[in-house]
């Protein structure tokens, strides 16, 4: 086996299982491995490269499983994307012009058109990263995370006209043949019915991404990686294709690993490249300002604008194909794709300090950040009240729903369920559930939540653990006897996790299903041998 392969895998764990420790996320570990390796000697290769970008392209896939297409065309995506790239290059331009002005370091070689390339590059953030850090927490449904989603898409088709722009290359006439993709949903979404949920749902996932998507749409001339995002965007609506997202799940990830080992291995940098990446590290934080105060500008609360900011603060990737296009026609020297590939790596070390931290920043700042929320909320981003309500089902998913319909039957309208997705909260109503629209992982819904007496049950029903027990913590926080909480779980460390935070029951999925389909088919059993002519001899 190649030993170069196993010192690469051996050194991506190590670093990555020491930030780990440290309580930071692994890919701060893996970009770090990367200038390891690199210090060390090592190149990125064409083959790392490759699956590098096979893990993009099954990123922006898998977005596409989960996007609805309804969150482009609101304002605040579309609106707040070209608002804040206009305010980013407006600001870089100036900022750098002054830096050329007083002929300090590379600055002071940059023409006017290098100027506004760099300030271009650096108003983008980075898709791989922002997805990766909303997955870590388990909020890419939240509103700010269906926001910055929203926004990361924008950001990608305006790289697309800039990239079609700058090599001089219109796409293909057969370009617009692409228009006619939504003609096919349906042959799509039988041969998805008949793949399955074992080798042959992934092998089509990759059929899909890789050669519907991205090869199909390079071949026309346009961006590989939209390609990929819109063939997602094709199977969203179809019911198996979060599974078909969970089956990519594990390759996605580790194939990511690579993306982050080749920023790492792009180039080895000397002090004056270090300095300059590290003053461009620190503008991020009028990047997260200008993100934060378009947002609000839309009417969204101030936790929900600065979450967002904070998962788009950092540099994107795209700089770095900025950076090295400029390089390759002259437009720019060597220099700059080094500091570029430095500055992408700091912004990711920062954003995710800032997103680990961001609700300890937000309790501490709340009072100055809600100087800027309007009075008149989104109607997505709006408190939440329960009235007179006795029993409240967070998560109303396939759980929750059957935990509602069963507490319904006994308790009536005393039973209220509660949702993050505004759409499934109406389809609920339209069945006559009384349902309201929550995000129980936001914390400043649990700050504006109105919990009457008349509460005496909160069931904890969201698919994973991670919102559970966020939102058993915010209970525990009002220390009420007034109520009681349970819970599910899928496995028994996250069942006695629940039940340190004082929930009392939880009910363990699969051990309850086990049972629950044991108890059936006794009753049933029973039910045979009472009606069998030979029960006595049984």
């Known amino acids: 086996m190649d030993t170069t392969l196993l010192f690469f895998i051996g050194t991506a764990f190590t670093f990555g299982m020491i930030i780990n420790f440290i309580g930071l ?52 995506v579309w609106g707040g994307a070209s608002i804040h790239i206009a305010a980013c290059i407006i600001f870089y331009t ?64 305006f790289a697309v006209l800039f990239l079609s722009i700058s090599v001089a290359k219109i796409p293909s006439i057969w370009a617009l043949a692409l228009c006619a ?45 939209l390609g990929a995002l819109i063939a997602g965007m094709l199977l969203a609506a179809h019911p198996s294709a979060k599974n078909m997202a969970n089956a990519l799940f594990n390759l996605k990830e580790l194939f990511l690993i690579c993306f982050f080992l080749t920023i790492g291995l792009g180039g080895l940098p000397h002090l004056d490249h270090v300095m ?12 997260i300002a200008l993100y934060f105060l378009t947002l609000t500008k839309f009417k969204l609360r101030s936790r929900t604008a600065l979450f967002a900011s904070f998962s788009l603060a950092n540099y994107s990737e795209f700089g770095l194909i900025v950076a090295s296009l400029a390089t390759y026609k002259g437009w720019l ?56 309500a006795q029993i409240l089902v967070m998560g109303m998913g396939r759980i929750g729903t059957g935990a509602y319909d069963a507490l319904k039957l006994t308790f009536g309208e005393r039973v209220m369920g509660i949702d993050y997705n505004h759409q499934t909260t109406l389809q609920h109503r339209n069945l006559g559930r009384r349902v309201i629209t929550g995000d129980a992982i936001d914390s400043d819904f649990w700050n504006k939540l109105q919990l009457t007496d008349n509460i005496k049950l909160i069931l904890l029903t969201m698919p994973n653990h991670n919102g559970n027990h966020f939102a058993a913590e915010q209970l525990k926080k009002i220390n009420s006897d007034s109520f009681k909480v349970a819970a599910i779980a899928h496995f028994k460390e996250d069942q006695q996790d ?41």
């Open 498 to 538: 629940l039940y340190d935070l004082g929930v009392s029951p939880v009910y363990n999925m699969y051990e309850e299903a086990g049972s629950g389909f044991a108890r059936h088919v006794c009753s049933e059993l029973k039910l045979i041998l009472n009606k069998s002519h030979y029960k006595h001899e049984l």
């Open 25 to 76: 996320p692994p890919m701060i570990g893996f970009l770090l491995a990367g200038f390891a390796l690199n210090l060390w000697g090592f190149e990125s290769s064409e083959g790392l490269i490759a699956i590098a970008n096979l893990g993009v392209t099954l990123l922006l896939f898998t977005i596409g499983l989960k996007l609805d297409l309804r969150t482009l065309f609101k304002a605040e």
């Open 333 to 388: 020297s060597q220099d700059w794709l080094i500091i570029t590939a430095i500055a992408v790596s700091l912004s990711f070390i920062i954003a995710s300090i800032l997103n680990k931290y961001g609700d300890q920043i937000y309790s501490r700042y709340t009072l100055s950040l809600k100087r800027f929320q309007s009075t008149r909320l989104h109607k997505d981003d709006r408190p939440v009240r329960v009235g007179d």
């Open 181 to 225: 993709l939504p003609l096919i949903r349906p042959l799509l979404f039988k041969l998805l019915d008949r793949a399955g949920h074992g080798e042959l749902l992934v092998l089509y996932g990759f059929f899909l991404a890789l050669v519907v998507g991205a090869g199909l749409f390079e071949s026309v001339g346009m961006k590989a990686d």
């Open 276 to 287: 300059i990446a590290g003053i461009l590290s620190l503008l991020l934080l009028v990047k």
């Open 94 to 157: 100036l900022l750098l012009f002054a830096l050329k002005q007083i002929q300090f370091s590379f600055f002071s070689e940059l023409n006017i058109y290098g100027l506004l390339l760099i300030s271009f590059a650096l108003s983008f953030s980075s898709t791989v990263f922002a997805v990766k850090i909303l997955e870590e927490k388990s909020e890419t449904n939240s509103l700010y995370g269906r926001i910055a989603i929203g926004i990361l898409i924008m950001q990608d088709i």
